[in-house]
């Protein structure tokens, strides 16, 4: 196995790890407040259907030029990468939100306790419990087969970059099961980081090559492109905390007055006028 299909079986495995966990949550908390049956066969209908789209649709991507198939497929994964890692780079700058999945369990589990009921109770057919857990999946699962037509086409290799989902969905559920709780200790914001840097990178090394680059080194250039990515986006975090503790620095001068030592450090605002009324 090369190098880029090492990274291609990682990159996916990574991605499909965290939609698993997300996907996870939302099916315990309806198995647990509802039905597990009801739950697990939304699951896993929802898994089938996804399945069945890797498989309709890897031959025939597979089966297009290969050159413009990787210029296609590089710019798209370029964009999306970019969309993961600027949301990424903005949560480990503080500036976003972290995903909690506990807070989504404890909402999820009150949804489903305050809908009415629509089957026959926790040992027969449960409606919403099926829709829910079965959107949950599809849903968060949809990403994952872009990224696995993705990556899979561009090197002829959907196979493995299936195989790789499927290894990340079994574990991520062999885990929550096994827990019955949502996985929260997961660095979720760090394999979403990192899936970002290695989208990124792939795309910036197939868009080239499909455009007829022949990159120094080979597949081993790709290395050198991860790690541009990955200081860059470091710097990124870097200059965003830096900015955002310079905005929190910031005082306020009260009315008709500034304070000497702030306006000194440039460090001053204007006070809001007092609100008549």
């Not at 066969?41 to 089938?48: C, K, L, M, P």
């Not at 290969?66 to 296609?72: E, G, H, P, T, Y």
């Not at 970059?161 to 709780?181: I, K, M, N, Q």
Request: overall charge neutral.
């Amino acid at each position: 196995m090369s190098g880029t299909e090492v990274g291609l079986a990682l990159s996916v495995f990574a991605a499909c790890a965290v939609e698993a966990v997300e996907a996870l949550t939302i099916v315990l908390a309806v198995g647990a407040t509802r039905s597990w049956r009801s739950a697990l066969g939304g699951a896993a209908a929802a898994a089938a259907a996804l399945a069945v789209v890797v498989a309709a649709l890897g031959p025939a991507l597979t089966a297009l030029p290969l050159d413009a198939l990787r210029v296609a497929v590089g710019a798209f994964l370029l964009l999306f990468g970019l969309r993961w890692l600027r949301k990424a780079v903005l949560r480990a700058a503080g500036l976003k939100a972290l995903h909690d999945e506990l807070a989504t369990f404890r909402e999820q589990s009150d949804a489903a306790r305050g809908a009415g009921w629509a089957g026959s109770g926790s040992l027969g057919f449960d409606g919403y419990s099926f829709a829910v857990a079965g959107k949950g999946v599809l849903l968060e699962g949809f990403e994952v087969v872009v990224i696995v037509l993705t990556l899979g086409a561009a090197q002829h290799r959907v196979g493995l970059a299936a195989a790789a989902a499927a290894a990340a969905v079994l574990a991520v559920a062999a885990a929550g099961f096994a827990a019955r709780a949502p996985l929260a200790r997961v660095p979720e914001n760090t394999l979403k980081f990192a899936v970002g840097v290695m989208l990124t990178s792939f795309g910036v090394f197939w868009a080239a090559e499909g455009l007829g680059l022949d990159w120094p080194g080979g597949d081993a250039a790709l290395l050198a492109i991860v790690a541009c990515v990955l200081l860059g986006a470091l710097g990124s975090v870097r200059a965003l905390r830096g900015s955002a503790a310079g905005e929190r620095g910031v005082r306020i001068a009260p009315a008709g007055g500034l304070d000497a030592r702030a306006a000194s450090a440039g460090r001053v605002e204007p006070a809001p006028e007092a609100n008549e009324g």
